[in-house]
């Protein structure tokens, strides 16, 4: 049976950024089907809204959230689509492996239901009739797969032209919201003269929709930044990549290119981004290899954007010296953030500003990053590729009991299985009001310690911390208003 056809989210997110960085689109023709893309292809084409973008930093970063919640939007919408097909899908599955008795007894309700449906799609009911009445044809395999393989076909494009209509009806008030976020928002800035890392941080909580009252209630939670400096020291701690001692990594002088000699397992040294081929992690490999990917492959590979090991043994072309420098690559992140009830009041408010303030800075350098809320359960956010996610989590009341179980889980889980995230550093942001958790998790937790992960925590309250000793540096905020127990 095939699948749905459709772009995932990320390749959406990938023609958006695209074009913000590029001013460049395919040609919508390219994209016929596909009523989102084409949507955003012919916005993007549209001189003003290109003009605006290109312009200004804060424009393109407004064009991206707004455009980016509506293809949430419709993805919604197509997926409730689906779910209520999916009654009917199963039943073309089930009918896939009719014996010959219940397909000489069904097949007319069959032919008489789709035709009911679809015949305004072109479903040729007489021509079934014929083949599986006066031929008996029903016995067929070949001739009964062509009839459900048929059935599915049409069976997407109602559900497409659902969603071409659903589209279609939103159109002019997306239209209107972009037009009206990509004129307000520079006009409130200029006159209130807002700084732009103010803005990127506050508006990445609003969910591309532009209200001044709004951003003025959320500012407040990003001037939390001015009143904790050890916010800004954690920021530029987090991801920072050293050698194999941890200190020092062999650099070249300005200008001057690296040259892979050799390198072994151990020689890796983190995760990067470029275009070398001989180091792609398997996740681009597999990319590379799929030939539906091969244009996003390409895509990144010509602007070394493709996700690499990042190694040791390097070494110069002849002439050209090595000397030690700092380490001040950047590589991913893991944050975990207590939303648990006791973080109610300021210290839920230290803990979202932070992470808008880690956002901002993964989205400017590009660094992935993985956000985990926890509180009883605990949820795993693509920082990078998830802003809708992102979006509940800033707007969700911290409530509930605090179990670091399921976090500790979710970590190594992403440690292990994400290859972007294998060099993370992992930073807790918490009260650390946490109970006990099982010495087997204290254990792994100890075991990715001294394989190279680095655990810093922010602790917010003056509460006992019998954690200290499990992690590399923890910074705290003590002089906070914590809720009454």
């Known amino acids: 049976m095939n699948k749905q056809k459709g772009y995932?989210?990320?390749?959406?997110?990938?023609?958006?950024?695209?074009?913000?960085?590029?001013?460049?689109?395919?040609?919508a023709a390219l994209h016929e089907r596909d009523a989102i893309a084409t949507y955003l292809i012919q916005t993007m084409q549209d001189t003003t809204v290109r003009a605006q973008v290109m312009s200004s930093t804060v424009c393109a970063r407004v064009f991206t959230d707004t455009m980016v919640q509506?293809?949430?939007?419709?993805?919604?919408?197509?997926?409730?689509?689906?779910?209520?097909?999916?009654?009917?899908?199963?039943?073309?599955?089930?009918?896939?492996?009719?014996?010959?008795?219940?397909?000489?007894?069904?097949?007319?309700?069959?032919?008489?239901?789709?035709?009911?449906k679809y015949a305004g799609l072109g479903f040729e009911r007489s021509f079934y009739q014929h083949e599986f009445d006066t031929l008996q044809h029903w016995s067929?395999?070949?001739?009964?797969?062509?009839?459900?393989?048929?059935?599915?076909?049409?069976?997407?494009?109602?559900?497409?032209?659902?969603?071409?209509?659903?589209?279609?009806?939103?159109?002019?008030?997306?239209?209107?919201?972009?037009?009206?976020?990509?004129?307000?928002?520079?006009?409130?800035?200029?006159?209130?003269?807002?700084?732009?890392?103010?803005?990127m941080q506050t508006w990445a909580l609003m969910?591309?929709?532009?209200?001044?009252?709004?951003?003025?209630?959320?500012?407040?939670?990003?001037?939390?930044?001015?009143?904790?400096?050890?916010?800004?020291?954690?920021?530029?701690?987090?991801?920072?990549?050293?050698?194999?001692?941890?200190?020092?990594?062999?650099?070249?002088?300005?200008?001057?290119?690296?040259?892979?000699q050799h390198a072994a397992q151990c020689d890796i040294a983190g995760v990067s981004q470029g275009h070398d081929l001989g180091a792609l992690l398997p996740n681009e490999l597999?990319?590379?290899?799929?030939p539906a990917l091969e244009d996003i492959f390409l895509r990144k590979y010509l602007t070394s954007q493709l996700q690499t090991f990042d190694y040791q043994s390097r070494s110069l072309a002849s002439g050209r010296s090595l000397h030690p420098q700092p380490a001040s690559v950047k590589g991913p992140m893991i944050v975990c953030v207590d939303r648990s009830g006791s973080m109610m009041g300021e210290p839920g408010q230290?803990?979202?500003?932070?992470?808008?303030?880690?956002?901002?800075?993964?989205?400017?350098?590009?660094?992935?990053?993985?956000?985990?809320?926890?509180?009883?359960?605990?949820?795993?956010?693509?920082?990078?590729?998830?802003?809708?996610?992102?979006?509940?989590?800033?707007?969700?009341?911290p409530a509930g009991d605090t179990d670091a179980r399921a976090m500790l889980q979710s970590t190594f889980s992403l440690l292990d299985n994400h290859p972007e995230h294998a060099a993370s550093d992992v930073l807790w942001v918490t009260d650390f009001r946490i109970p006990a958790v099982p010495n087997?998790?204290?254990?792994?937790m100890e075991r990715r310690r001294q394989q190279g992960t680095h655990f810093f925590g922010l602790q917010i309250g003056i509460a006992e911390n019998n954690w200290r000793e499990r992690f590399d540096e923890m910074f705290s905020i003590t002089d906070v208003k914590m809720p009454i127990a």
């Open 70 to 116: 509506f293809v949430s939007l419709m993805l919604q919408k197509a997926n409730y689509q689906l779910q209520r097909a999916s009654a009917e899908l199963r039943q073309i599955e089930e009918a896939a492996v009719w014996s010959l008795t219940n397909r000489r007894g069904g097949w007319k309700a069959l032919v008489q239901q789709v035709d009911a």
């Open 140 to 199: 067929d395999d070949g001739t009964w797969q062509h009839f459900l393989d048929n059935w599915e076909r049409l069976l997407h494009q109602h559900l497409d032209e659902q969603n071409r209509k659903t589209l279609h009806e939103r159109r002019d008030m997306q239209d209107r919201l972009l037009r009206h976020n990509l004129q307000a928002v520079p006009a409130y800035l200029r006159e209130h003269a807002t700084p732009e890392s103010t803005f």
């Open 8 to 27: 995932t989210p990320a390749v959406y997110m990938q023609m958006l950024q695209r074009f913000t960085e590029t001013g460049e689109c395919d040609d």
């Open 440 to 444: 087997a998790l204290l254990h792994e």
């Open 286 to 290: 597999a990319q590379w290899l799929d």
């Open 350 to 397: 230290i803990a979202l500003s932070l992470m808008m303030q880690l956002a901002e800075l993964c989205q400017q350098q590009k660094r992935p990053c993985y956000l985990i809320a926890f509180a009883v359960r605990a949820q795993p956010i693509d920082v990078m590729r998830d802003r809708t996610q992102l979006l509940r989590f800033f707007s969700t009341r």
């Open 207 to 260: 969910g591309g929709r532009w209200n001044s009252l709004e951003f003025e209630r959320l500012e407040k939670v990003t001037r939390l930044q001015r009143k904790y400096p050890v916010l800004h020291t954690i920021a530029e701690r987090m991801g920072r990549v050293a050698d194999a001692t941890g200190r020092l990594r062999q650099r070249a002088g300005e200008g001057h290119t690296e040259q892979m």
